[in-house]
Antibody, heavy 126, light 107 residues
């Protein structure tokens, strides 16, 4: 059974930093690209960042480019999102999400998601 | 970047009604379009990918169509458990943008 469990959310002041983690199980983690998607309170879904299975290719939304860094540790089956220079508008539930296709050895992100974690809430406020 | 526009933003329909949600891309995306359902307080669920392919386990009353810039999600006979917000998403290339969502309620 595929499981994605996010952690690391919390309350942080504007300008601060936070690192989110997503522990994956139930599939061959290194074969799948992964993404982070966020949802501000009462708002819609916003794709944030994606990373290929090996970690060699990364992609970012313009809203977070230069402030957020996606990475993965395939030996630990864990996805990360390092968030720096946080702003009030970054307040959201952050979901990790799995690509649907195993593309081992190929630096490709399909970009839609068949499994989602339960999310972790990040609140940026003074 | 390509923008994804959904309409309507909300709708109210009776049980058994046929419901149609539209998603328009600002540029052509071939059939690289997915639809998700998010029930209140729940995680999004993949319904359809490649514009018209039903994800495994999704009821057949859901269907998708379209290509290029105009896409449609149809619920052939609305059920009470279909109350949710529906999102389209493009995935031809990054950024993998979502539409603004359509909230579906029962009249």
């Amino acid at each position: 059974e595929v499981q994605l469990v996010e952690s690391g959310g919390g309350l942080v002041q504007p300008g601060g930093s936070l690192r989110l983690s997503c522990a994956a199980s139930g599939f061959t983690f290194s074969s799948y690209a992964m993404s982070w998607v966020r949802q501000a309170p009462g708002k819609g879904l916003e794709w944030v960042s994606a990373i290929s299975g090996s970690g060699g290719s990364t992609y970012y939304a313009d809203s977070v480019k230069g402030r957020f860094t996606i990475s993965r540790d395939n030996s630990k089956n864990t996805l990360y999102l390092q968030m720096n220079s946080l702003r009030a508008e970054d307040t959201a539930v952050y979901y990790c999400a799995k690509d649907p296709l195993a593309l081992r050895g190929r630096e490709i992100v399909v970009g839609y998601f068949d499994y989602w974690g339960q999310g972790t809430l990040v609140t940026v406020s003074s | 970047d390509i923008q994804m526009t959904q309409s309507p933003s909300s709708l109210s329909a009776s049980v058994g009604d046929r419901v149609t949600i539209t998603c328009r891309a600002s540029q052509g995306i071939s059939n690289y379009l997915a639809w998700y359902q998010q029930k209140p307080g729940k995680v999004p669920k993949l319904l359809i990918y490649a514009a018209s392919t039903l994800q495994s386990g999704v009821p057949s009353r859901f269907s998708g169509s379209g290509s290029g810039t105009d896409f449609t999600l149809t619920i052939s006979s609305l059920q009470p458990e279909d109350v949710a917000t529906y999102y389209c998403q493009k995935y031809n290339s990054a950024p993998f943008t979502f539409g603004g969502g359509t909230k579906v309620e029962i009249k």
